[in-house]
């Protein structure tokens, strides 16, 4: 797997060899389908405008229409680092004309990408400000499957976007006894393609795992033979039915960790460190495993 070519404006052409015949167009298919769905990203989910109550407002001097301001805020890229859960963002001007991303006020471990990306026109000086509260998590194709708490006066929600791949297509080309898989894929600027790709397979390769059994135990037992171990059957409880939110389980399932006995074995300082898992995550995990 090799970076073939930067096809600019984020664009980008990635290249897989060898594939064997026949296995390219399912390959390609399921890396696009990955791309598009599961990628973790960050996006604006909600939005507190001073002077605005609600989305249908308008403000004095101010070209756009508070719509128009929150279909901008949700173009906004921003990389996060890693254990960053969200996080509050200030924008706060005094001026006449546009207002960008740029003048958002970013803290350690915050940046913004795109920051020419227009967020408001002022057509008089006036001043404008806004806080912003941005979040990290698996893209799911739809806002959050965590509701969002709108618990300020003014506070309106954003339909987030946390998805940082926003096109793929991919080319398959005849290379004799094998074939060449060519993924292009348009970015957001927030991940690099190589690691997208690579995120993509990886995530592909977990679920699949659940079907196929890729390890033999060293003892020889298989299937019901292990249920009659010695292994408390709370240690077999999967984690999917802990009822953990949507964060921690799909940071926990990053890690590989399916069952109870497999999280019991992380100390806290080692789950800490698992990529977007943060302290908020860390405390429920925490109080679901003493209750």
Do not use: W
């Amino acid at each position: 797997i090799q970076l073939k070519d930067d096809l600019g404006a984020l664009g980008y052409k990635v290249q897989l060899s060898p594939v064997e015949k026949g296995m390219a167009h399912i390959l390609g298919n399921s890396i696009r389908r990955v791309l598009l769905s599961s990628l973790p990203g960050a996006s604006i989910i909600k939005v507190n405008i001073k002077d605005v109550l609600h989305e249908y407002s308008a403000l004095e001097d101010v070209k756009e229409d508070v719509v128009e301001i929150v279909s901008n805020l949700k173009k906004v890229a921003i990389k996060f680092d890693k254990g960053i859960d969200s996080v509050e963002l200030e924008l706060s001007v005094n001026k006449t004309g546009i207002v960008t991303a740029g003048d958002f006020k970013t803290t350690q471990g915050i940046e913004i990408i795109n920051k020419d990306q227009s967020i408001a026109t002022l057509t008089n000086q006036r001043e404008f400000s806004l806080v912003a509260t941005v979040d990290f998590d698996r893209n799911v194709g739809i806002l959050s499957a965590v509701p969002i708490e709108l618990d300020r006066v003014g506070d309106i929600a954003v339909d987030a976007d946390y998805n940082p791949i926003k096109r793929v297509a991919f080319e398959v080309i005849d290379n004799g006894d094998s074939d060449v898989l060519e993924v292009f894929l348009k970015t957001n600027g927030t991940v690099e393609p190589l690691a997208a790709v690579t995120k993509a397979l990886k995530y592909f390769c977990e679920q699949m795992s659940v079907f196929v059994s890729l390890k033999v135990p060293s003892n020889g037992k298989t299937g019901d033979a292990l249920l009659d171990s010695n292994i408390d059957p709370i240690f077999l409880k999967p984690i999917d039915d802990l009822e953990l939110t949507v964060r921690s389980s799909n940071c926990l399932r990053a890690e590989n960790i399916k069952y109870l006995g497999d999280l019991v074995q992380y100390s806290e300082s080692k789950l800490i460190k698992i990529p977007n898992l943060g302290k908020k995550s860390l405390n429920e995990i925490k109080q679901i495993l003493i209750d």
